[in-house]
């Protein structure tokens, strides 16, 4: 981590320079114990006449031994001569370990270096040895930290290499590895240092204070020896990929997957809005299909021995500045990267689930139990179950939930996703718990619609599909149009391939020889044409599947009244209530004024009612962290706690949020087991300069890294040194951009080469000065970051944050909106808030039962149980897109249906 400097004030804030050994050891860093017997350089400076320096010497002398040190030059010669000698200053030696920082008890002793007896020094002399080099003291904290950055510099031009991460005592200790030939020059005055002949290359009175005022270092620790660790250097990302994100970059890097079609989220400067059919049209002409190669280059032929082609690439989605595209292979989405208008290409972010299984010490809250203590039994008595209100369900699994009711229909939208118009199958990583939340809407809504829309959990585009369709506003998806038009082009290919087949059968046939060749001929032409009238049978089966998917999605969704999603996406999408669901759903949930009309009875004079959008909160916690970036000490290393806090069990440092792993029970492990896959997204806003709004060069550079302890245990090393194991390489990534200002989202994704303690630590990367300081701009930015744990198979522990968690920065997209009844569960250190950046919208709306007779728990269910309560009062009357709120439930409190609601509602049908 960089130690930037600090502009000194002046030398009168010195205040005690006389402070031996700086701070205190901190608690939470544990160390080797040291020999019991070192080796010792003592520097020492009597200046005065002779029989004052004699007598100054032997009292030095005296509270030597008195420590147990054991002179060695005692038996040379000229030793006795030291002591009418004023330029002798040294002597050398050994003492036992416990009482070596005694010796700087006497002010005649400016500096000393140990090691321990008889340590193993390397035989090269370039080689660095560790060494921990404690200053003086007593500064106030700013003046103490510009004289620990002008000792890093000075030390750095003796070769001196900074180890990372270490606890720095208050600005008065540093630790790293020093040239074996120049280790000796430590325990001279380091203002003289580098030096020639005869004279230091910087004259002590022109050196910047406080370094000028006296020699800084007050002793000098050779530590135990050991490998440094290399310093991290990530790969450089090749100019044409700036623009795609780690994940995708790794995608087009690897060979295997060259040939393997690929979804992919662009996100543009602008919104496409009437762009759409431009955008279908560039792709169809620039990306169209291609002859299918194998991943090593072979062209695969198709049953007629023709080469096989591509689907070409498909608009899959739009929303806002969003398009979700399949191309046929990754490195056409890094040729499209560089079209104009686009900000970034990343893999789809994926949603996270809401809903986990209970663990064997949990027990399921018993429906009827759930029923009574929120008043919706009242609500049943009174007719109202739900009864003509369609609830759409939206999940990534829904096993076993076909017969949940009477009235319960299953969707499957990832069907529009796949060029054969089948489901796709299920990701053998990923558990998806729909079917418990469609279970608590049964529990609260018995007689409801029940309609359980499966969607991909990267494809947030078609949540847009499923509220426009259930609002009547269209009739076919973006998806569904690119599959049209693949029909289409290829019903046009087969019927030019069937014309070439007909041609040659023909032409085989008029030949009706004997002979090997025409036979042979003639074979070949009738299992082409076979082979082609095959494929227009598939095709024409496809067909069917089109039509009639297109009718159920129709059908299905149409009339929805009430949406319980289950989804929620932590990053990847504005945060903020920005993204463009978020967005919608505020707007649809505003009241529009009614329509003036001529025509009495018009029913267009009315708009439709509001879609109640029922979003369960993000189940993340503990994995989230959000607040300002602050930076007190202004060495562009971000903390993660306010200045002057106390810091974490285990923590030296804020700029430190180590991690640890939660297993389904709750515990949480600090150690990260070896092959474990870590990604981690910061998110933040920040203004565009008016007179230059880019969005190429965010104020704020922001680049992850990620440390591992050495030595937790402190046995062999102390346990605050630290080795660099990841590095965000390329972005920071825009995501949204306006007028104003842009949300830029920084990536970070690695696997973890060992068990061990790891810690994430946010620095800023290079920012250039501007010509002239007033160009100078300084913002305030409040990012988010969160933690997730891609390749976890179900059941594994998940990563999260052990130092510095934040469970009031958001509930994730899209509970921030506004339009959006967030649901939560009160359970501790649940997600709460809309955001860093909108710190007074409360956030969740609502709270329901964590459980409801299912062996499963969390926002996921309590948003299917309320969901079903909002379709019971949607049928007794309710009006808006907060029912809740129209029915007078107390916000931001546990769900209970008021008593003073029911006394005022008719039963049912009355």
Not at 185 to 192: A, C, S
Not at 246 to 273: Q, S
Not at 760 to 789: N, S
Not at 851 to 860: K, L, N, Q, T
């Amino acid at each position: 981590m960089t130690r930037a400097p600090l502009a000194p004030t002046a030398a009168a804030l010195l205040l005690l320079a006389g402070a031996s050994s700086g701070q205190q050891p901190n608690p939470a860093v544990k160390e080797p114990p040291r020999a019991e017997k070192l080796d010792i350089q003592v520097r020492y400076r009597i200046r005065a006449d002779r029989d004052e320096r004699i007598r100054q010497f032997r009292v030095l002398e005296k509270h030597l031994a008195a420590l147990g040190f054991d002179d060695a030059r005692k038996d040379e010669p000229d030793r006795e001569l030291d002591i009418l000698d004023p330029a002798a200053e040294r002597f050398t030696g050994t003492i036992p370990s416990a009482r070596v920082l005694e010796v700087l008890d006497d002010p005649r002793v400016e500096t000393i270096l140990f090691a321990p007896a008889g340590y193993p020094y390397p035989e090269t002399r370039d080689t660095g040895v560790p060494v921990r080099v404690v200053i003086r003291g007593g500064l106030i904290p700013a003046l103490q930290q510009v004289l620990h950055g002008q000792v890093l510099g000075h030390l750095e031009r003796l070769g001196y290499r900074d180890a990372l991460g270490y606890d720095t005592r208050g600005y008065t200790q540093l630790k790293g590895t020093f040239p074996l030939k120049y280790l000796d020059r430590l325990v001279k005055d380091l203002r003289t240092e580098p030096a020639g002949w005869f004279l230091a290359d910087t004259q002590p009175d022109q050196l910047p204070r406080p370094l000028a005022e006296r020699n800084p270092v007050r002793w000098v620790e050779v530590m135990p020896p050991r490998d440094a660790p290399a310093p991290f250097t990530p790969a450089a990302v090749p100019p044409a990929q700036l623009r795609l994100t780690p994940e995708l970059r790794a995608l087009v890097a690897d060979p295997a997957r060259k040939e393997t079609p690929v979804r992919v989220v662009v996100l543009f400067v602008d919104r496409l809005e009437d762009r759409t059919e431009e955008l279908r049209v560039r792709l169809q002409s620039a990306y169209g299909s291609t002859v299918r190669r194998t991943a090593d280059g072979a062209v695969v032929k198709g049953p007629d021995g023709l080469p096989a082609l591509t689907e070409g690439a498909a608009l899959e989605g739009v929303a806002g500045n969003l398009a979700a595209i399949r191309f046929d292979r990754p490195a056409d989405a890094e040729r499209f990267a560089t079209e104009p208008g686009v900000m970034t290409v990343r893999l789809p972010p994926q949603a996270g689930e809401t809903v986990r299984p209970l663990t064997a010490a949990q027990k399921p809250a018993a429906a009827a139990d759930v029923l009574k203590g929120s008043g919706v039994d009242a609500l049943h008595r009174l007719g109202y179950t739900g009864t003509g209100v369609k609830v759409l369900v939206i999940g990534t699994d829904f096993t076993g939930a076909e017969r949940l009711t009477k009235k319960t229909r299953l969707l499957d939208l990832t069907t529009e996703l796949n060029p054969d118009l089948v489901p796709l199958p299920a990701d053998p990583l990923r558990t998806g718990h729909g079917t418990a939340a469609a279970q608590a809407v049964a529990v609260s809504a018995p007689d409801a619609d029940l309609v359980l829309v499966r969607v991909d959990p990267g494809s947030l585009f078609q949540l847009f599909s499923v509220l426009r369709l259930a609002k009547g506003e269209i009739t076919y998806t973006d998806a569904l149009r690119s599959r049209l038009n693949e029909l289409s082009e290829r019903s046009g290919e087969l019927t030019r391939r069937k014309d070439a087949a007909v041609a040659a059968y023909r032409a085989a046939f008029d030949d009706l020889a004997d002979d090997q060749v025409a036979v042979a001929r003639r074979a070949q032409a009738q299992a082409n044409l076979n082979a082609v009238i095959a494929e227009q049978a598939e095709l024409t089966k496809r067909v069917g599947r089109f039509n009639e998917f297109r009718k159920d999605v129709t059908a299905a969704l149409a009339g929805g009244r009430v949406v319980v999603n289950t989804l929620a996406w932590d990053g990847g999408y504005p945060l903020d209530a920005l993204s463009e669901l978020s967005r919608t759903l505020e707007r649809l949930a505003t009241p529009l004024p009614p329509r003036l009309t001529t025509r009495a009875g018009d029913p267009a004079a009315q708009p439709k009612p509001p879609v109640v959008w029922v979003q369960a909160a993000s189940a993340a916690a503990g994995s989230v962290w959000g607040g300002p970036f602050r930076d007190a000490n202004r060495d562009e290393t971000m903390e993660f706690g306010p200045p002057g806090g106390m810091l974490p069990p285990g923590n030296w440092s804020p700029d430190l949020n180590f991690l640890g792993v939660r297993s389904a029970t709750g515990e949480t492990a600090p150690d990260l087991p070896a092959g474990t896959r870590v990604r981690f997204a910061m998110q933040w806003r920040e203004p565009l300069d008016p007179n230059f709004p880019s969005v190429d060069r965010p104020l704020y550079p922001v680049v992850l890294r990620v440390f591992r302890q050495l030595d937790p245990t402190g046995t062999r090393v102390p346990s605050d040194e630290m080795a660099e194991e990841a590095r965000s390489a390329g972005g920071p990534y825009p995501i949204y951009a306006t007028g104003t200002f842009a949300v830029f989202e920084q990536v970070l994704e690695f696997t973890t080469a060992a068990a061990g303690r790891y810690a994430l630590v946010a620095t800023l990367g290079y920012r250039p000065e501007p010509p002239i300081p007033a160009l100078k701009r300084e913002i305030e930015i409040y990012p988010r970051v969160v933690v997730e744990t891609p390749a976890a198979k179900p059941g594994e522990g998940r990563v999260v944050f052990r130092s510095y968690v934040s469970p009031d920065a958001g509930v994730g997209v899209p509970g921030d909106s506004a339009g959006a009844v967030a649901v939560g569960v009160c359970t501790p250190d649940e997600l709460s808030g809309a955001g860093t950046g909108l710190a007074l919208r409360a956030k969740p709306d609502i709270f329901g039962p964590e459980s409801v007779g299912s062996a499963h728990r969390g926002p996921g269910v309590a948003a299917g149980y309320l969901g079903g309560v909002a379709a019971g009062l949607v049928q007794a009357g309710a009006v808006g897109a907060d029912v809740f709120r129209a029915a007078g439930f107390e916000p931001g409190k546990l769900a209970v249906v008021p008593g003073a609601w029911l006394r005022h509602l008719r039963p049912a049908g009355k």
